[in-house]
């Protein structure tokens, strides 16, 4: 029994070990995966149950004359014109120019792939409750995935490299808090169904698990 118990130790101690050493694997598997499902479900009915779910929370304990504003708000910061002045004050700001190309590089192309994807599952918008105007297709959100990579990556990069400790755990709170905001704000105006959103997210952590990793090793680690 002892050698049974020793050995059920050992076994669970080189798993735990497997699963941190591949966490990041680990996560890309699950995110494409429920990508995927979400995909699958689309296909066959337009308006999932998560859709109706997500919106009768966000009305039933947000919407409000107070809240719009907000949500209108929070909403710029994942547009177009935002996101490219950002990366153009932080190209400036930033000394290294390979990182301020490594942050343009991500913006274009998670771009080009919501707008890819967008494509191949032409799924419309929302109409019954929409508070702002929107056109394209809807899944997956654009403002959701592209500010997910876009806030993400910057995210990491303060995570890598901030020596800063308090301003470190600041930033890292504010980054990893917008995406979220803004896929809310995306399903409280009317404009996205919550699979939109959460497909959008699912997208972007995957892609941020391979494109960090690309920078890490042939950008980042050559200039530090």
């Known amino acids: 029994m002892k050698e049974k118990g ?23 598997f699950i995110c494409v995966i429920g990508f995927l499902v979400i995909f699958e479900q689309i ?19 947000l919407i409000s004359d107070f809240v719009t504003p907000i949500a209108k708000f929070i909403t710029i910061m994942g547009s177009a014109i935002f996101l490219i002045a950002v990366t153009v004050i932080l ?6 120019k390979k990182i301020g190309i490594s942050i343009v590089t991500n913006l274009i192309i998670i771009t080009e792939l919501n707008l890819l994807l967008k494509n191949i599952v032409q799924r419309p918008r929302p109409t019954e ?22 806030y993400g990556f910057l995210l990491y990069l303060v ?7 308090r301003l470190k755990v600041l930033l890292i709170g504010i980054l990893g808090i917008i995406p979220i905001l803004i896929g809310m704000s995306r399903i409280y105006l009317g ?13 972007s952590i995957s892609y941020l698990i391979l494109y ?13």
């Open 212 to 224: 960090t990793r690309v920078i890490k090793k042939f950008v980042i680690e050559k200039n530090f």
């Open 6 to 28: 020793k050995l059920m130790k050992r076994i669970k101690k080189n798993i735990k070990i497997w699963v941190i050493k591949n966490l990041k694997w680990i996560i890309l």
């Open 129 to 150: 409750f929409r508070m702002i105007d929107e056109s394209g297709y809807s899944f997956p959100s654009g403002h959701s995935m592209v500010s997910m990579a876009f």
């Open 43 to 61: 296909g066959e009915q337009e308006i999932m149950k998560i859709d109706r779910i997500g919106y009768h929370l966000i009305s039933k304990f």
């Open 91 to 96: 190209c400036i700001v930033i000394q290294n």
């Open 159 to 165: 995570y890598k490299y901030s020596k800063n400790r």
């Open 191 to 203: 404009v996205h169904y919550t699979s939109d959103v959460i497909g959008g997210f699912l997208v």
